[in-house]
């Protein structure tokens, strides 16, 4: 069974560009998460999709950052203008059902603001 | 607003002890609570699931243990083996609807 992929792998920007981050979940998994892990803490979660439909978005940063999950299956990440406090690992993970459910995570976007 | 600590935030051993990380969380309405395994530059794979009516939950050498009303849990590693050296997380998923991560602790097994 394929696992959660995201890429890019690395990314490099400087502050204010735009940048896009992008992930396909397990097939058949009908909620995908997307967190932002910071070195050194654990991840922190930026929106939460069921299907299509977002489920949590209280933590995003909506005047930057933006996601959506067209069609329930994969799901883009965007931040316009980055700032340098978003350099940060972006992981997306997806369960089966709902969040009580295990999670997979992929390897994630490593993202650099200069 | 649930909040997570883990304790210690390091740890070396050498090869072959017994060894306890603790996480403690301040609600303790949770449906489960997940413990989590991070290599560098990698994602997160899933250790273990503890139920919240569940008291613990072994996986090989791995046992998790849950006290919902102290709001605590245990991940207990036997034996413990360079392979094991990474960042350990737990998670509880609170009845709000969200997994809440700890900062982890980082271990490391010399060989």
């Known amino acids: 069974e394929a696992g959660v992929a995201q890429s890019p792998r690395y990314k490099i920007i400087e502050k204010r560009q735009s940048v896009a981050f992008w992930c396909n979940p397990i097939?058949?998994?009908?909620?995908l998460y997307w967190y932002q892990q910071i070195l050194g803490q654990g991840p922190k979660l930026l929106i939460q999709f069921q299907n299509n439909g977002v489920v949590d978005d209280s933590q995003l940063p909506k005047d930057r950052f933006s996601a959506e999950r067209l069609k329930g299956v994969d799901s883009t990440l965007k931040i316009q203008p980055a700032k340098l406090e978003d350099s940060a690992v972006y992981l997306c993970?997806?369960?089966?059902?709902?969040?009580?459910?295990?999670?997979?995570f992929g390897s994630g976007t490593q993202l650099s603001v200069l | 607003k649930q909040e997570v600590t883990q304790i210690p935030a390091a740890l070396s051993v050498p090869e072959g002890e017994n060894l306890v990380l603790n996480c403690s969380f301040t609600?303790?309405?949770?449906?489960?609570l997940q413990w989590f395994r991070q290599d560098p530059g990698k994602g997160l794979t899933s250790l273990l699931l503890?139920?919240?009516?569940?008291r613990e939950q072994t996986s090989g050498r791995l046992n998790a243990s849950l006290d919902k009303s102290s709001g605590r849990s245990t991940l207990y590693i036997a034996a413990s083996q360079p392979g094991d050296s990474a960042t350990y997380l737990c998670a509880p998923y609170s009845n709000t609807g969200k997994l809440i991560f700890g900062q982890g602790t980082t271990l490391q097994v010399k060989p």
């Open positions: 609600d303790s309405a949770i449906y489960n």
């Open positions: 097939s058949g998994h009908a909620t």
């Open positions: 503890i139920q919240s009516s569940q």
């Open positions: 993970a997806s369960s089966h059902g709902q969040g009580s459910e295990k999670l997979f």
